[in-house]
């Protein structure tokens, strides 16, 4: 079933296709936002602006240091480890402009994640924050790493503000281990030594070159590197943009005749916030307000006061906390033109509380690494089908398969495979997993996810399939008990996993954040009593000052599965 194509029944202003042969490569589109609006304000952080033409000349100045002033050659991988500050579109977009392959990295790695994507990825450089530089000393004699080059916090920020505040981390907050790094050089001044020389036009700029590794998020099993190329990014680029440019109720566009301003919290590093930030807004000449720390909510408001925003990119988390602030509250939403939620599920109740606060629906969607990363999007301006994650985006075709690989039937839930220009050349260095990957046919890549798709090409994530608890024979899959649990008034977060039980096989374990401290495991199990069938309902309810969490705000199921694990194991030995 192609869902690329729904007659009547795109939202007005999206396209059913996209041009994917409009630019050869990213580096191609960052040129043009470079040439087309230098004077537009480009990125914000910590309070300070820059200009398109700042980042083209600052960028322009790091492919210069590159290409000249260490031993990189082109097609070598260099790793970005920051979080989202000015130096991230500057290290980005000269690195991809040297001819270099960018591999973002988490920075909130440990050391043998570290290891592990530096090495499997053939790093041969290093950009780091200075707060992880302690990390990468003690892990550099390991690596193929040969240029490392770090940078503090505000290096980016006129001299005062920049002093002052990475004083303040280093001496005050102490936030930043001491380290020895006698080879490394500070960004500031590699990008003196490259200012105002130019760099010679070498990029990757074959459509089916590699040019971002992007390593999945481990939680399942050892980090996998998608090797995403440059017809991957700019198809799924042009593919996010068709859906930012929808009309809304108003009938208006997100760019209308200016520049539209999103705010930036999730990481520069994921795959998700990459390209919609750094590539689809970047490419319509938008601004983008850079949130360093999103879990520091308060900060997070100051920095966003300022600002009429027109577009709130974040998640399920990040909303909760938001709107847990009375500060949030009193910001001026009338320029607010779509939210975009994705990365987690969406709470019903979340995206209800969400559009009372800021007269803005939101626009879940849905993606992943491999895919660059959108499959699937909602419409915005009241068009939202709440409780799906959208429609395929253009160019895009879906289809659910059975365990046996047959396609099942529209309204039938199944693995969700998806066919389209965004969809990842495979895992790097991995061709047992690639193939893994994909339909026998090698056509169609497997989400792993199980899903519904309706007559109008909406689509219901059920579950991860991998995730899913089996009770005396029934499926259960932790998502639908998540979403009924969360819209209980006392309950801030939750997650579901299964356990093994002597009766039935498995059963559900449920683990509770509450803003009640009173909330008990009885009154839980009343309110889902009516709400849940039998086989469904959790048999064990844990309450948790916090769950696990990747940085990007997704629970992380598989770290409470290893925790029961181990208290099973101990339990075993004692006894």
Same mark, same amino acid.
Not at 303 to 325: C, D, E, H, R
């Given at each position: 079933m192609d869902a690329s194509f729904w007659d009547g029944k795109r939202a007005p202003g999206v396209e059913d296709q996209i041009n994917v042969d409009q630019y050869d490569s990213v580096v191609e589109v960052i040129e043009k936002a470079f040439k087309e609006y230098a004077d537009r304000p480009a990125f914000t952080s910590i309070g300070y602006t820059v200009t398109f033409k700042e980042i083209d000349e600052l960028s322009a100045a790091f492919a210069n240091y590159l290409q000249n002033h260490t031993n990189l050659k082109r097609g070598d991988t260099i790793a970005v480890q920051m979080p989202n500050t000015l130096q991230y579109p500057i290290v980005m977009y000269g690195a991809l402009r040297a001819g270099l392959r960018v591999t973002n990295t988490n920075p909130l790695y440990t050391e043998r994640e570290m290891l592990h994507q530096f090495n499997d990825s053939e790093a041969k450089a290093l950009v780091c924050m200075d707060v992880f530089a302690k990390s990468v000393q003690n892990i550099k004699d390991q690596t193929g790493l040969e240029t490392i080059i770090v940078t503090s916090l505000a290096d980016m920020l006129p001299p005062v503000k920049r002093t002052l505040i990475n004083f303040v981390m280093k001496n005050v907050k102490k936030m930043v281990p001491a380290y020895s790094l006698p080879e490394a050089i500070r960004l500031r001044k590699a990008l003196a030594l490259g200012k105002g020389k130019g760099f010679k036009a070498e990029h990757l700029s074959d459509p089916q070159d590699t040019i971002i590794l992007q390593y999945t998020g481990g939680t399942t099993g050892v980090a996998k590197g998608a090797e995403l190329t440059n017809r991957n990014l700019v198809a799924n680029m042009l593919q996010s943009k068709s859906m930012l440019h929808q009309v809304n109720d108003k009938g208006e566009l997100l760019k209308g005749e200016g520049q539209a301003i999103a705010v930036a919290p999730l990481p520069l590093y994921h795959i998700y916030a990459f390209t919609v930030h750094l590539m689809a807004l970047f490419e319509q000449g938008d601004h983008s307000v850079l949130i360093a720390n999103p879990r520091?909510?308060?900060?997070?408001?100051?920095?966003?006061?300022?600002?009429?925003? @027109?577009?709130?990119?974040?998640? @399920?988390?990040?909303?909760?906390?938001?709107?847990?602030?009375?500060n949030f509250k009193k910001l001026d939403f009338s320029e607010l033109k779509i939210t975009l939620s994705g990365g987690t599920a969406l709470m019903d109740d979340t995206a209800k509380r969400w559009k009372e606060l800021t007269g803005s629906g939101i626009s879940e969607a849905y993606g992943l690494t491999e895919c660059s990363p959108a499959v699937t999007m909602n419409p915005a301006g009241g068009l939202e089908r709440m409780g799906t994650v959208g429609q395929a985006v253009p160019g895009t075709a879906l289809k659910c398969i059975d365990d046996q690989g047959n396609e099942v039937a529209i309204g039938e839930r199944g693995e969700l495979c998806v066919k389209g220009p965004q969809v990842m050349k495979g895992y790097w260095k991995r061709p047992d997993a690639s193939k893994d990957a994909f339909t026998e046919d090698g056509e169609w890549f497997r989400t792993g996810d199980v899903a519904i798709i309706d007559e109008d090409g909406f689509v219901r994530i059920v579950d991860r399939i991998k995730d899913m608890i089996l009770v005396s024979g029934f499926n259960v899959f932790p998502n639908e008990i998540e979403a009924v649990v969360a819209e209980h008034p006392d309950v801030e977060n939750c997650a579901v996993i299964g356990v093994p039980d002597e009766k039935s096989g498995e059963a559900v374990k449920l683990f509770i954040v509450s803003t009640n401290a009173n909330l008990t495991q009885e009154e839980v199990k009343a309110y889902l009593k009516d709400k849940l069938t039998g086989y469904k309902m959790p048999k064990h309810v844990e309450f948790r000052d916090e769950l696990p969490m990747t940085p990007v705000g997704k629970i992380l199921r598989r770290e409470l599965k290893d925790e029961e694990d181990a208290k099973r194991a101990q339990a075993s030995n004692a006894a």
């Open positions: 520091d909510t308060e900060t997070f408001i100051k920095f966003i006061t300022p600002f009429k925003l @027109n577009a709130f990119i974040g998640l @399920n988390t990040l909303f909760v906390s938001l709107m847990q602030s009375p």
